[in-house]
């Protein structure tokens, strides 16, 4: 055991996706001795390529940017929308909008980000435990003061600490345990990919663009992103009950979806398919507390937005930050209650409603071509939303104007709060399936 370790840290952050890393970063950076365990070991596989450019404010106060500029990652330029006809809407470039380097993201490759923010978090002085997975909060007075972790070579271990952080993603160690989880009440998608090598690629700068296909019949889209060494990451989300339900195989179902979708066809018909297929049940999710005594949730651990204009490493990212700075100031002034660390909580989730909103608008029948073609003022506004900007009321002009191209008696969308708690839905989980059947 080395010196770092005998002493208790101040804060325990549990998992090391982009949430944990961040969170753990920056209360490093802040000067808090930080432990996060991670139940994997890294580099492992994980969905969400696609970067917004928000994410770049985060990155910068971590000092990732460097990294990410020497990295291979293919740049990202602009998001494009091809409606159901086929028909290509002019491509939302993020830097006609905000000419700022901030304007240019990337399309990562998961396992390899993952890996390079963990790498980021031990290079900030956190103390990184992998292949260690927490297995318990241990609660006193119901205030959390600690976890229980269990090692590879199965030991088990409590450490105590000032605030517990649970990154741990869609596990959502504490949401489940405090049966917090609250069900969107209509984004139920499910979602099959898998990577194509030699599929077509656009060039300049429309090469890295994330491009979002809807299927003919409009029931579900295609996400097209472009990644290094010449893959291409091609999945399908549609709503789970048509996607799994008496269907073949999860490949005869992507072969049906590609099938009849002329747009990706076309594109993957000369490619070759490097992976097997991956699957997930894509609920959307909130929790019903951000934080409590002694607590707090950042990442998916906190929340799962559909992931159809690739918000979840910025929510990651933000959370993380938001917590991180919560956190810092708490343990300065000796307050970890629950109101302390969760004072973001509230603002944050309006952000996620906004992003919340448009998904909801788009498989409502939101047409991007139709709406700038009646607002072409709105473009930029439009643009802001795509990119991140989700933080403040500037961006709600949007939403009269887009109302009025409701189809007549079109019915508002319900909110987060009239979701069903997840222990009422009790059909619901959401799992990842990869190739080989496993479900890490
Ligand atoms: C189909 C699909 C497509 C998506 N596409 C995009 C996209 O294009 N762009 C985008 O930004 N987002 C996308 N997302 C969302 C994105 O994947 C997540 O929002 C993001 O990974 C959340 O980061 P996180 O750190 O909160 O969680 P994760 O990245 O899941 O990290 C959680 C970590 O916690 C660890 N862990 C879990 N339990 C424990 C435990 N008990 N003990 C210790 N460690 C534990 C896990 O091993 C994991 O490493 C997509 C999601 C889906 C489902």
């Given at each position: ?8 840290p ?15 970063t ?24 696609s970067?917004i ?19 291979h ?30 304007s240019q ?26 292949a ?34 649970d ?14 989880r609250?069900?969107d009440?209509?984004?139920n998608?499910g979602?099959i ?73 076309e ?39 559909d ?12 959370s993380g930050?938001?917590?991180?700075e ?36 788009y ?19 439009v ?21 009025t ?6 019915a ?15 059909d ?9 059947g496993?479900r890490?």
């Open positions: 055991m080395n010196s770092r370790e005998s002493t208790s101040d804060v325990i952050v549990i998992g090391g996706g982009p949430a944990g890393s961040t969170v753990s920056l209360l490093a950076q802040g000067g808090r001795r930080v432990r996060l365990f991670e139940r994997e070991r890294f580099p492992r596989f994980h969905i969400g390529e970067l450019p928000e994410t770049y404010w985060v990155l910068e106060r971590l000092n990732m940017l460097p990294k990410m500029r020497a990295s990652f293919v740049q990202k330029h602009s998001v494009q929308f091809v409606n159901s006809m086929g028909k290509l809407s002019a491509p939302f470039y993020f830097w006609d909008n905000k000419p700022h380097e901030c993201t990337w399309q990562v490759v998961r396992s390899e980000f993952d890996q390079m923010m963990l790498d980021n978090a031990r290079e900030h002085g956190v103390d990184v435990h992998e260690t997975r927490v297995i318990d909060v241990l609660m006193e007075d119901g205030r959390a003061v600690g976890v229980r972790v269990k090692r590879e070579d199965g030991t088990t271990e409590e450490v105590r600490a000032s605030v517990v952080v990154a741990s993603g869609q596990n959502g160690l504490l949401m489940n345990r405090l049966r917090l609250v069900w009440p209509v984004l998608k979602a990919w898998t990577y194509w090598e030699g599929a077509y690629r656009d060039t300049g700068r429309d090469e890295g663009a994330t491009i979002v296909i809807q299927t003919a019949d409009k029931r579900g889209w295609f996400w097209y992103i472009p990644l290094h060494n010449n893959i291409v990451s091609v999945g399908v989300v549609a709503p789970f009950d048509y996607l799994f339900k008496n269907r073949g195989s999860y490949p005869d179902t992507y072969a049906e979806e590609v099938e009849r979708c002329p747009s990706v066809k594109r993957v018909s000369s490619a070759r398919r490097v992976t097997g297929h991956f699957a997930t049940k894509d609920y959307s999710y909130r929790s019903k507390q951000v934080a409590g005594d002694g607590w707090v949730l950042v990442g998916d651990a906190f929340g799962f937005l992931p159809l204009y690739s918000s979840g490493v910025l929510l990651a990212l933000k930050q938001l917590a991180a919560a956190i810092l100031d708490g343990l300065e002034r000796g307050d970890t209650s629950a109101a302390q660390l969760g004072r973001w909580g509230e603002s944050f989730n309006e952000g996620v409603d906004r992003m919340r909103r448009l998904v909801c608008e498989y409502d029948g939101f047409s991007f071509g139709a709406f700038m073609k009646t607002y072409p003022d709105l473009r930029g506004t643009t802001d939303l795509l990119i991140g900007d989700l933080f403040n009321t500037r961006v709600d002009k949007v939403w009269p104007p887009l109302e191209m409701y189809e007549p008696g079109k508002a969308i319900p909110s987060w709060r009239a979701g069903t708690d997840a222990d009422l839905a009790t619901k989980h959401n799992e990842l399936v990869l190739p080989d496993r890490p």
